[in-house]
């Protein structure tokens, strides 16, 4: 899994690449957590590039949302792969992020 | 005696046999691996079935299905059966073929009750959002059929799913 972070104005971008699961999932907790320390709570997450993710990742991003949450900030998603929406939707999380078709409308939503 | 003319009838005879072999080969595939139940061997045995499926032709939806499904077991046995016993194995029987997925897996640890772990509620809110059960969840929506049955010689989830045409 690779992770790459953007910051910008309203929000930081995080890029995630690969697959999100058990063995992968530390790196992408490391990467939300480290952002939130450092003060920020308006966080993007695209999913665009990862092509499975399990429930191990579902935890992380719930656990960042709550964090930011409580700081008055929120962690929105954008263009998850119709396999990853699946997972959301299974899991009855599709309706607590809000979700964007790409990076600037997710961006400039804030 | 000259037998000679018996040869095309064994050429015949062998060249049926490696058919009917091999038809059967391609029907229903087996395979029975034991593994470490660390988180490694995970990807392992997610990447053998999907592969698999892959191959028998289930359908791309069903051979996510059974990824996820194999993702979720395997990741359950070792932090609930095991507690993250880095000494703990999994047994995986996979069985292919006829238009269907059959995984199964074994493990010799802490066996618990699936009844008993209460499905995630649908979150509305953040607050409601408590993804604890989720992977249990996740197998029951995507398999056809999921049997857990508890033993002294191990304890056997039994996950099946079948071919969905066109997806």
Redesign the interface.
């Known amino acids: 899994m690779k992770i790459t972070v953007r910051e910008m104005k309203r929000a930081d971008l995080l890029e995630v690449e690969g697959r999100v699961d058990s063995s992968t999932v530390s790196e992408l907790d490391e990467a939300l957590n480290e952002r939130i320390d450092q003060g920020t709570v308006n966080l993007v997450v695209d999913l665009s590039k990862v092509d499975y993710m399990s429930s191990a990742g579902l935890r992380a991003l719930v656990s960042a949302l709550k964090r930011v949450k409580n700081d008055g900030g929120d962690l929105r998603l954008c263009a998850p792969s119709e396999r990853v929406r699946e997972v959301l939707e299974l899991a009855g999380l599709d309706s607590i992020f809000e979700i964007y078709e790409d990076q600037v409308t997710a961006v400039g939503s804030f | 005696m000259n037998n000679l003319h018996l040869v095309p009838l064994v050429f015949i005879v062998i060249l049926v046999g490696l058919l009917v072999l091999a038809t059967l080969v391609a029907r229903r595939q087996e395979i029975v691996l034991r593994v470490p139940a660390r ?2 061997s ?2 392992l045995l ?1 990447d053998l079935v999907t592969d698999l499926a892959r191959r028998a032709r289930l359908g791309e939806e069903a051979v ?1 299905h059974c ?2 499904a194999m ?2 077991a395997c ?1 359950n046995i ?1 932090k609930h059966a095991y507690a993250n016993d880095p000494s703990g194995e999994i047994e995986m029987v996979l069985r292919i073929g006829n238009g269907e997925c059959e995984i199964q897996l074994v493990d010799f640890g802490e066996p618990y009750d699936p009844e008993r772990v209460p499905p ?7 607050e ?2 408590r ?1 604890g059960g ?2 249990l ?2 197998i029951r ?2 398999m056809d059929e999921v049997r857990y049955i508890p033993g002294p010689e191990g304890n056997r989830l039994v996950m099946v799913k079948r071919r969905t045409p066109g997806k």
């Open positions: 988180l490694e995970v990807r997610t996510f990824q996820l993702d979720e990741t070792i995630p509620q649908k979150a509305s809110s953040i409601d959002a993804p989720l992977g969840y996740l929506n995507v």
